[in-house]
């Protein structure tokens, strides 16, 4: 799984992280920040492991 | 006590009467069997772990060079270090042929790209199929238990005389690799695998959605994870040899092909006739994992409520409960004015996705009642 960019969404009623837009395999995608989900679980490994930084929302 | 030897048993009355205690220890074999009662080790019905093994929902399109899943559902096709990428494809099953007769149309089949720098140590292209944790664990499959098994079976085909190989991973607890072979298969022959699976006591499967079992076949593998390993039997997963040393022949053989359909995995010892189920059914258990909106129309409006400053449309329920909360992937989006002018492009800014449901937010805040435009397909994925 190639993830080139990843970057928070924010609920826009309670300004909190809601889910993520990742660019995965060259596909622009929203990933649900739910464990259990292969793509957020595969983005939180890259993570953990130094080679992925989530970029914060936008407001 | 005493043994009674004999070749053939006939009744000169209608029936031959064995009051009770008949006990046949093997597998027998009766032309036909009127029972009153049948209590069966194997279940009659759902009792394929496997979906799709017949091969005959394909949602994403019936052909694909993606590394990942694109062609059946449910079946994720892999490879690695290919000079060209193999197509894995919905084939369809040659009338006349078995398994043709047995009610086979379709199957899935790979197609051989052009290797022109041979086999490296870490190519390879496999097919695989990871099942829920929880339906293993509620099979009724003992699977601590040695005297408790599991069949695999299914068709296989190549266009290359080869042996293949395959295995099944449980992926709780400390990692179980059960490495099995093909066998030598006779080039473009249809040939039936099976294969019985002991328990053993450190499997694990949680009763939970994560992945249990996974399915493999491989048509190659090259030499970083292929060693000296003992097949038929669970061993500890080592990353670094999960087959035999891998012939090569088909992988490099430009346009090789491989075909397989008909995989069934099932609780008990004997591999049963396939469990065909009617379409509807393999589709309704597929969009548990992926499904997605589309339409012969090339776009499709949806209604989007004006609310707190942005825009919403309503939530929308999937068709089936989802195994995990999907990843949600759009084609354009545009914004259109309600006296129907001109579309301008717009963007998606965030989404709520659940098991059970999904909705979305343009990005677009302004507080004029705008159409928002949603190109088909919108894509749900949560495979495993």
Redesign the interface.
């Known amino acids: ?1 190639n993830i080139t960019s990843a970057k928070y ?5 309670t300004n909190e992280n ?2 993520i837009k990742a660019t995965i ?1 060259g ?6 920040i ?1 464990e ?5 679980d595969e983005i939180m490994r890259q993570v953990n492991a130094g080679t992925l930084t989530i970029t914060a929302a936008s407001n | 006590m005493s043994t009674l030897k004999v070749n053939t048993i006939e009744s000169e009355t209608p029936n031959v009467t064995i009051a009770d205690g008949l006990t046949v220890t093997g597998v027998g074999t009766v032309t036909t069997l009127n029972t009153t009662n049948l209590i069966n080790a194997t279940q009659l019905s759902n009792r394929n772990m496997i979906i799709n093994g017949a091969m005959r929902v394909a949602q994403r399109g019936t052909s694909s060079t993606t590394s990942g899943y694109g062609s059946v559902d449910r079946f994720q096709h892999t490879h690695n270090g290919t000079d060209e990428a193999p197509t894995f494809e919905q084939a369809d099953v040659a009338s006349g042929t078995t398994p043709y007769t047995l009610g086979f149309r379709k199957s899935l089949k790979v197609t051989n790209g052009n290797q022109t720098s041979g086999a490296g140590a870490s190519d390879y292209i496999y097919i695989s199929q990871r099942i829920e944790s929880q339906n293993t664990a509620n099979s009724g499959w003992n699977y601590t238990s040695t005297s408790s098994f599991i069949t695999l079976s299914f068709w296989v085909k190549s266009s290359v005389a080869q042996e293949f190989h395959g295995f099944i991973l449980s992926a709780d607890g400390t990692r179980k690799l059960y490495s099995f072979s093909l066998g030598s298969l006779s080039a473009n022959t249809w040939t039936k695998v099976t294969k019985t699976i002991p328990g053993t006591s450190d499997l694990q499967f949680d009763n939970d959605n994560a992945q249990g079992i996974l399915f493999r076949v491989a048509m190659f593998r090259g030499t970083d994870a292929t060693g000296t390993i003992t097949q038929n039997q669970w061993g500890t997963f080592d990353t670094n040899v999960r087959y035999p040393n891998y012939t090569s022949t088909w992988y490099t053989t430009n346009d090789a092909t491989f075909e397989l359909t008909g995989v069934q995995l099932e609780v008990g010892s004997v591999a049963t006739p396939f469990e065909h189920r009617s379409y509807g059914d393999e589709l309704q258990l597929c969009k548990r994992y992926y499904y997605d909106m589309t339409t012969s129309n090339s776009a499709y409006s949806k209604l989007v409520i004006h609310q707190n400053g942005y825009f919403q449309h309503p939530q929308i329920k999937h068709p089936v409960e989802m195994r995990a909360a999907p990843t949600i992937t759009f084609s354009n989006v545009a914004r259109r004015a309600l006296n129907g002018s001109g579309d301008t492009s717009e963007s998606i800014s965030n989404t709520t996705s659940a098991k059970t449901s999904w909705t979305s937010y343009p990005t677009n805040t302004s507080n004029t009642f705008q159409t928002f435009i949603y190109d088909y397909p919108i894509k749900f994925d949560s495979e495993l």
């Open positions: 799984m969404c924010i609920n826009l009623d809601q889910s395999d596909v622009e995608m929203f990933v649900p739910s259990g989900n292969t793509h957020y």
